[in-house]
């Protein structure tokens, strides 16, 4: 990592630390517009960690996922807004399938940079099986005719889940394989939480809102750092 790394490091982690303090849980033009920066400085990140260290394949998808996820942040912040809450469910299918080309990309990104084992996918299946469970279950979470799609993105996080904790035995715990895991578990449990705020049956408390963007941002700046140890 060079000095611009290092400021571009810095820089990310103190404007989303200022996002998630300000917002609380309130939707306003400032923190939008903190949460669209705090996104690109993310996904600038991993741009510029891959292009300093020559892009590879596995490097190129994960850029590629950084990008959709950073899509997904923009459109996920729209139904919040009073205007366009008749518009939620379209709007957190259309945020859903972006994270769903970032998952994917990123899944294709770990397999070409140090290969796949077959443990990960019943791993996965029951990871998803407690994301949706356990929302259902201990929160009373009903998901409507959104429930196939709900099932079928937590399969998506859990996969990259179980791909990442893969890496730590491909990679014999190196920088980049427990980056990989933590910011995956992170982006995990951010999801779970995710699902309390926008389907829960009571008003989503600032207490929700700070974890799960406190645990989204350290992920994804965790996944963005990773390609510089790829």
Known sequence: MDTVSYVLLALTVVVSATFVYLSQGQVSLKSQVLKALSSFLFTLLGLYAGFLNGLSSGSLFFIIGLIA????????????WPELKEKK????????????????????????TFGWSWWTLPAAVVFAAIFYFFNRKVHKIDYGKLTPGIFLYAFFVSLVLCQGLYAIAARASDAYSILLAVGFFLFYISDVVLMQI??????????AYNYNLSFYYAAQIMLAASLYFM
């Open 69 to 80: 996820s950073c899509f997904g942040d923009l459109i996920l912040a729209l139904p919040e």
């Open 89 to 112: 469910q379209r709007l957190i299918v259309f945020g859903g399938f972006s994270f769903a080309i970032a998952h994917t990309a990123y899944y294709v990104a770990m397999i070409s």
């Open 198 to 207: 926008y389907f829960g049956e009571k008003e989503s408390s600032r207490t």
